[in-house]
């Protein structure tokens, strides 16, 4: 086979990521049969851009090979009428389930009847490897295109500008760590809940500790207050406290704070001294 390696470079096909997708999506909703449509799009200057593509309904699946009949075609004209009045139908795409990438001879022949166009291609896609290839025009023969230029119409969108978060995998907020993410997180940060019970014993420690900082200060910056039950008639502790332990050791402060009444003041009032004698 004469190959000519300039010929075929010339062929660029610049492909939508959008369009790829919704292929592959057709695909794959026929596991077993396959599935066709075309491809939407423009020729300019010997690149053929696809934009979109229009799946082939009612479109006849023998065996191995789809058929364009004649209820698909208005099919697709309705619809490309309707959503892409503008563009140019630039070639077709079909499913092989399970075999491969490649054109048979009915592919080649339903590629040579309807778009035999010099710059229309052959989408062909395996949903079950995941290969895709497209087949165009080189000279007379149709060749595999080396060079496929996948377009993102959602090019220079700015990172972050969307304002959406990642969502949640179910499971993720219990106690397993799923992702490598969650792994790292973890291993930074203690989980909340470690983290909620660490703060509480946090909080009642320090007040504790200023409480019992608070009492150590009062308790030697001030002059202590004793409370002592006392005997009011003879002004002794209760309680065989020994007496000398109050009046010996304490400060004249202390005793003059001392709840315990004045020996005098515990003696029986004496009678009034100026009542008249009652007649
Ligand atoms: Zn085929």
């Not at 907020?173 to 014993?201: I, K, T, W, Y």
């Not at 409370?227 to 002794?236: E, M």
């Amino acid at each position: 086979m004469k190959r000519k390696p300039e010929e075929a470079k010339k062929f660029e096909l610049r492909m939508s990521c959008e369009a790829a997708r919704r292929i592959r999506q057709h695909a794959r909703s026929s596991i077993k049969a396959e599935v066709c449509g075309v491809l939407i799009g423009d020729e300019d200057h010997g690149v053929t851009s696809v934009e979109a593509s229009i799946p082939g309904a009612n479109a006849t699946q023998g065996g191995s090979h789809v058929t364009f009949t004649q209820d698909t075609w208005e099919h697709i004209y309705r619809i490309k009428d309707r959503d892409y009045p503008e563009a140019r139908i630039v070639g077709w795409y079909h499913s092989h389930p399970g075999f491969g990438v490649f054109l048979s001879d009915h592919d080649t022949f339903i590629h040579k009847n309807f778009f035999s166009a010099p710059r229309q291609v052959a989408w062909v896609y395996d949903p079950h490897s995941d290969e895709e290839g497209c087949f165009g025009w080189v000279g007379e023969k149709l060749e595999r295109i080396p060079q496929i230029v996948f377009v993102d119409n959602k090019g220079g969108e700015g990172a972050g500008e969307t304002g959406k978060p990642e969502p949640l995998l179910p499971g993720s907020g219990g106690d397993e760590a799923d992702s490598d993410f969650d792994r790292v997180n973890e291993f930074r940060h203690p989980p909340n809940e470690g983290r909620a019970m660490l703060n509480a014993a946090v909080t009642v420690i320090s007040y504790i500790s200023a409480l019992l900082i608070g009492f150590l200060l009062s308790w030697f910056l001030f002059p202590r207050l004793v409370l002592v039950p006392v005997d009011s008639r003879t002004g002794q502790p209760l309680y065989g406290i020994p007496s000398n332990s109050l009046s010996g050791s304490r400060s004249g402060a202390d005793e003059g704070t001392v709840n315990s009444p004045a020996p005098q003041s515990t003696n029986p009032a004496p009678p009034p001294q100026g009542t008249k004698g009652k007649p």
